[in-house]
C-alpha cells in the first residue's frame, strides 16, 4: 500500500523527537559532568589558552592571580612556557613590554639593571620593575589584543617592539581557519572547547601530563605557530595584498599607541631590525602570471644562479636553515619553535671570522652576562656549542662579507651581475633577483650598492618573515602622528654600529632574531628611552 500524501509530514516531527530521546541521556550526562568538575574544581576554562590563540579579544589572557591577591597571571602561554606572573602594584616604576620572540627574549633582570644605571645618570633615585609580555609568533593583531588586556597592570610605561610577524601570524590565522573554520564554525568548536569535560579530556591527553615532559621542553607537535612557507594563500599573494598585511599593521600599532594615550600611560615604540643576508620568503614570481612570463623568469634565474661561482653557491642558496637552537641548547628552552639540535661530530679548530662591529656595539658583551667575551667583535654565543648548520651558514657569510676572489671568479661575477641587471630591469619588482643582485654585489665589494639592493628587496617580499622596509616606514609615520611617543630607531642604530650599514650575523642568529650579546646593546639603547618614557609620564 502506497503512504499518503500527508506522510512525510508526519515522519519530520517523529524524526526530531527521536532524535531529541536518544541524545537526551548524552545531555543529562554532560550536564552532570560539568556540575561535578565544577564542585571539584577541574577542567577552569580561564587556565587554557582559548581555541583562537590570541586572536579573540573577547577571551581572558590576563586573570587575576588566585595565590596572590591584587597580582595578575597571563594565559597565553598554553603550558609551552611559564606564564608571567604580576604582583599588585607598588612604588617602583612599570614598564611593560610588548611584542614577539625578540621582545620575549629581553631577560627583565638584565633590563632592569640597565634602567636603574640609566636613571641614576640623569639623578632621578627610582626603581623600576619589568614585566615582559613578549610572546614567540605574535604579530600586531594579538599584541594589541594583549595590550589592552595588560592595561589592567597598571604600567608606568609601555614598549611595543614588533613587526617582525605580521606574516607568521597571518599564515598562522590561515591555518586557525583551516583546522576550526570560521564564523559559526569556530563559534561551535570554541563553544565545546570551554567545557570543562572537553579541558580535562584535553588536559589528560596532553603529552607533557602522561610522559612526565616539563613545562618549555617542546615537540614538534608543539609548535603550532611555526612559519608554514607553503601556503598556498601566501604564493599566490600580489605586492597590493601584501599592502593590506603591512596597512593592518600600521592600524594595530595606532590603536596601540592611542590605548596607551586614553589611559595616560607613555610610549615608547622601537624598530625592529633584520638579517639583510636571508632571502624572501616569496621573492619569486606570483602564481596568478601566464606560464610564459613564470617560465622565462624562471629560465633566467636559473642561468643567472649558474653562473655564480660554485664555492658561493651556499651563500645564495643556503643548504640548511638555523633558528636559535642551533647556536646554543639554552636558547631551545628560550624559544620553543627552536628545532632540535644536530650534534656537531669534530671540534672546533676554527671560527669563521666575519666583520668587527664599531661604535655602540663594540664594547658590548657577548652574552648576557657581563663578564661574557665576543668573538673578534661578533657578539656570538660559544662557537664549542653550535651545531654543524651554523658552521655552515657563518662559512658562507664570509665567502660574501670578506671576499678573496680570484680573478677568474671576480669575472664570472660581473658575467653574472650582468644577467642579474637584465632581470631587474624587465621584472623591478622580483625581489629574489633584486636580492641575488645585492649579494654578487657585496662579494664583488660593492658594499653600498649591495646593501641597497638587499633593503630593496625586503620592500619586495610578498610574504616577509622578518621586518622590511615597509614596517619601518610606518612606525615612522605613527612617531610622526604622536609626538609624545618615545621613538627609538634600534635599526637604524644596529646598522650604524655593523661595517657598511650591512646587518648580519655578527648581530643576529637567523633571519630576525637577535643574537645574545646584541640583544644586551638593544636593551642598552632603550634604557635611556624608558628613563625619558618615565619622566615624562611623571
Known amino acids: 500500500m502506497s503512504e499518503g500524501p500527508g506522510a512525510d509530514a508526519r515522519r519530520g516531527p517523529g524524526l526530531v523527537r527521536r532524535s531529541v ?9 554532560l550536564v552532570v559532568l560539568e556540575l561535578l568538575l565544577a564542585a571539584l574544581g577541574l577542567g577552569e576554562q580561564e587556565r587554557a589558552l582559548p581555541l583562537s590563540r590570541g586572536f579573540d579579544a573577547t577571551a581572558r589572557y590576563v586573570l587575576p592571580d588566585e595565590e596572590h591577591p591584587g597580582g595578575f597571571v597571563t594565559n597565553i602561554f598554553d603550558r609551552l612556557m611559564p606564564e608571567i606572573t604580576a604582583p599588585p602594584k607598588g612604588d617602583a616604576v612599570r614598564v611593560l613590554l610588548v611584542g614577539g620572540s625578540n621582545t620575549y627574549g629581553f631577560p627583565t633582570s638584565t633590563l632592569a639593571r640597565l634602567v636603574e644605571a640609566a636613571a641614576r645618570l640623569r639623578g632621578i633615585p627610582a626603581s623600576f620593575e619589568i614585566l615582559n609580555l613578549g610572546r614567540p609568533g605574535y604579530g600586531s593583531e594579538r599584541v594589541a589584543i594583549l595590550l589592552e588586556q595588560a592595561l589592567v597592570l597598571e604600567p608606568d610605561v609601555v614598549v611595543i617592539f614588533s ?3 605580521e606574516f607568521v601570524e597571518g599564515g598562522f590565522r590561515l591555518e586557525l581557519d583551516e583546522r576550526i573554520g570560521t564564523g559559526w564554525q569556530a563559534d561551535l568548536a570554541e563553544t565545546f572547547g570551554a567545557l570543562r569535560t572537553t579541558r580535562l579530556l584535553a588536559e589528560l591527553l596532553r603529552e607533557d601530563v602522561i ?3 616539563p613545562v618549555g621542553e617542546a615537540t614538534s607537535g608543539d609548535r603550532p605557530e611555526t612559519w608554514r612557507g607553503d601556503l598556498q594563500a601566501f604564493t599566490e599573494l600580489t605586492l597590493e595584498d601584501t599592502g593590506l598585511f603591512l596597512t593592518a599593521f600600521e592600524r594595530n600599532l595606532r590603536g596601540m599607541v592611542a590605548l596607551c594615550e586614553d589611559a595616560d600611560v607613555p610610549v615608547v615604540l622601537a624598530t625592529p631590525v633584520s638579517n639583510d643576508l636571508t632571502r624572501p620568503q616569496q621573492g619569486g614570481v606570483v602564481r596568478s602570471w601566464e606560464p610564459d612570463r613564470k617560465q622565462s623568469v624562471n629560465t633566467r634565474m636559473d642561468a643567472a644562479f649558474r653562473a655564480i661561482p660554485e664555492r658561493l653557491h651556499a651563500a645564495f642558496r643556503a643548504p640548511v636553515a638555523i633558528s636559535e637552537g642551533d647556536w646554543h641548547p639554552a636558547f631551545i628552552a628560550a624559544a620553543p619553535q627552536a628545532p632540535r639540535r644536530k650534534p656537531r661530530d ?9 666583520r668587527a662591529l664599531q661604535g655602540e656595539l663594540a664594547d658590548v658583551s657577548a652574552t648576557e652576562d657581563p663578564t661574557g667575551n665576543s668573538v673578534d667583535g661578533a657578539h656570538w654565543p660559544d662557537p664549542r656549542l653550535w651545531n654543524e648548520d651554523v658552521f655552515v651558514i657563518v662559512s658562507a657569510a664570509r665567502e660574501l662579507l670578506v671576499p678573496d676572489l680570484t680573478e677568474s671568479e671576480r669575472a664570472q661575477l660581473e658575467a653574472c651581475r650582468a644577467l642579474y641587471d637584465s632581470l631587474v630591469t624587465d621584472e623591478p619588482d622580483l625581489a629574489n633577483a633584486r636580492h641575488d643582485r645585492g649579494l654578487v654585489r657585496l662579494a664583488l665589494g660593492d658594499a653600498r650598492g649591495g646593501r641597497a639592493d638587499l633593503r630593496a628587496a625586503t620592500r ?12 619601518g616606514e610606518a612606525i615612522a609615520r605613527v612617531v610622526a602622528d604622536h609626538p609624545d611617543v618615545v621613538a627609538l630607531d634600534v635599526d637604524a642604530r644596529v646598522r650604524a654600529a655593523c661595517p657598511d650599514g650591512l646587518v648580519a650575523y655578527e648581530v643576529m642568529l637567523d633571519h630576525c632574531h637577535l643574537q645574545p650579546g646584541a640583544r644586551v646593546a638593544v636593551m642598552a639603547m632603550l634604557a635611556p628611552a624608558l628613563v625619558e618614557a618615565a619622566h615624562r609620564g611623571r
Open 21 to 29: 530521546y536518544a541524545l537526551a541521556p548524552s545531555v543529562v550526562l
Open 163 to 165: 613587526g617582525h610577524n
Open 211 to 213: 610522559g612526565g615532559r
Open 346 to 354: 669534530e671540534p672546533v679548530d676554527e671560527v669563521p671570522r666575519l
Open 460 to 471: 619586495l617580499d610578498r610574504a616577509p618573515r622578518k621586518a622590511c622596509v615597509r614596517i
